[in-house]
């Protein structure tokens, strides 16, 4: 009988390793291509490894084995990589990062879970077609999951492009008044992939910026963004605003001068928390801005029902996930009830027509057609529309940026304080609950 091993001085074939290793032959030959291990060809122009490679072949499987990818691999195999301290502290990051989304896909399936044991009660069924139990069961979790990827973390690279083009066209709507003190303490939540940070620190220089995002994939992005634009003093954090802030750590309450925040509160479950930890993170006297979209204010020419129920499908998306793509117009009563002073809220309006049509490129396009072009496929598996009607929708709102077309959308800044200068001073959301 024999084991199929090959004698060890002999040079091995590409189905020894196979066997040997448990990789296939089209795997190892993928391998072979991004620099992991190469074989040595024989005078026939087969693949024959040597001991030396089949040792670094099972030294490349157990950096794999450790989660490293191929490219990691063959550099760190190659000694190439010139800091591979750094690469493994990064892997570990990365590792955090996994186990964080992990366990908050676990909690978004136990709350799934839990509705399910405890049904609403529901009127009497008479429709014939209404999927079965588990299958209603499977489709409550895949549009979970389909809402809690699009909206909390796994921004792809689409809508990175999307949020860059977003801030590129609204510098000024967006920063206009948000201007800073050198040496002032900032911080930014919600930074994302860095998009407003850039402009926060070019037009506030020397300031001393913190910037903070749930997703550790977005802040990569924001980190290498500032630092390849120069700018080399700022703090990344990683933090939940959902969670109050600790005496411990970066984010200790009343440590800044002034909170910026973008585009952020249109996606919590609970802005008015959020506003309320925000608050928290302010010394007396300090400052916040709040930017935010609503998409109620869209209305453009040609008018079209199909392109407002491709807008609707977003709001109702962004709802179903627990956000809400009308925030705008609840900023005021928000931040008033969150205890801030000296609410101002300035609605600022972009009006595109044939004469901008850079702004109907870089926002009409670029930034809301873009965006709603993104819950397609969401809007569709969710039944919210055929994907007919759907494209109807998108075919109409690009018509609106032809030459005789036009296209509205409201944002809405605001400005507070947290100040008890005069003391006994009360909001009116105070003034209101004192009368009642
Ligand atoms: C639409 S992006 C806006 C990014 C950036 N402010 C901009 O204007 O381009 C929203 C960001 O808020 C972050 N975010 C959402 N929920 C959060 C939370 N609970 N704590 C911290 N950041 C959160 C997301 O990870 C995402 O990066």
């Keep these: 009988m024999t084991t199929g091993r090959p004698h060890p001085l002999d040079a091995w074939t590409i189905g020894d390793l196979s ?58 195999l190659d000694e190439q990589d010139p800091d591979p301290v750094a690469t493994l502290r990064s892997h570990v990051a990365t590792i955090d990062a996994d186990l964080r989304r992990r366990s908050q896909v676990r909690d978004r399936l136990v709350a799934v879970l839990q509705d399910l044991d405890h049904p609403r009660e529901e009127p009497p069924d008479d429709h014939d077609d209404d999927p079965a139990p588990a299958d209603r069961t499977l489709m409550r979790v895949i549009e979970t999951m389909m809402m809690f990827e699009q909206y909390v973390h796994g921004y792809d690279g689409a809508e990175h492009a999307r949020l860059q083009d977003q801030a590129d066209t609204l510098v000024d709507l967006v920063h206009h008044g948000a201007s800073y003190e050198a040496g002032a303490r900032v911080v930014e939540v919600g930074c994302g992939v860095g998009a407003q940070t850039l402009t926060l620190l070019e037009r506030n220089p020397g300031i001393d910026l913190t910037a903070v995002d749930l997703s550790d994939t977005s802040l990569a992005a924001a980190r290498s963004r500032v630092r390849a634009a120069g700018h080399h003093g700022v703090r990344f954090v990683q933090a939940d605003l959902m969670e109050a802030p600790t005496h411990t750590g970066d984010l200790r309450p009343g440590t800044f001068d002034h909170v910026f925040v973008c585009f952020v509160l249109e996606h919590l479950v609970d802005p008015a928390t959020a506003l309320r930890h925000l608050r928290c993170l302010l010394r007396p006297g300090g400052t916040i801005t709040v930017v935010e979209g609503d998409h109620g204010s869209a209305y453009f020419h040609p008018d079209s029902r199909a392109a407002r129920e491709a807008v609707d499908c977003q709001v109702q998306l962004q709802r179903l996930a627990g956000g809400d793509a009308l925030v705008g117009r609840r900023l005021y009563p928000l931040l008033d009830a969150a205890g801030f002073r000296r609410v101002e809220i300035t609605p600022r309006q972009v009006y595109v027509d044939g004469s901008r049509p850079q702004l109907a490129e870089g926002f009409t396009t670029r930034t809301f057609i873009a965006m709603i072009e993104g819950v397609r496929q969401q809007a569709v598996a969710a039944g919210l529309l055929t994907p007919e009607r759907f494209d109807e929708g998108l075919r109409d709102l690009r018509r609106t940026t032809e030459a005789d077309g036009v296209f509205c959308y409201t944002f809405f800044a605001a400005t507070a304080t947290v100040a008890h200068t005069h003391p006994g001073e009360t909001t009116p959301h105070e003034r209101r609950g004192r009368a009642g």
């Excluded at 005078?43 to 030396?52: A, D, E, F, I």
């Excluded at 099972?58 to 063959?74: E, I, S």
């Design 19 to 76: 066997r040997t290793s448990g990789l296939t032959h089209r795997v190892l030959r993928h391998w072979e291509k991004v620099g992991v291990i190469t074989a040595e060809r024989g005078s026939t122009g087969h693949r024959r490894y040597l001991p030396l490679q089949a040792t670094r072949l099972y030294r490349a499987l157990a950096l794999r084995r450790a989660g490293l990818g191929l490219t990691q691999v063959a550099a760190l």
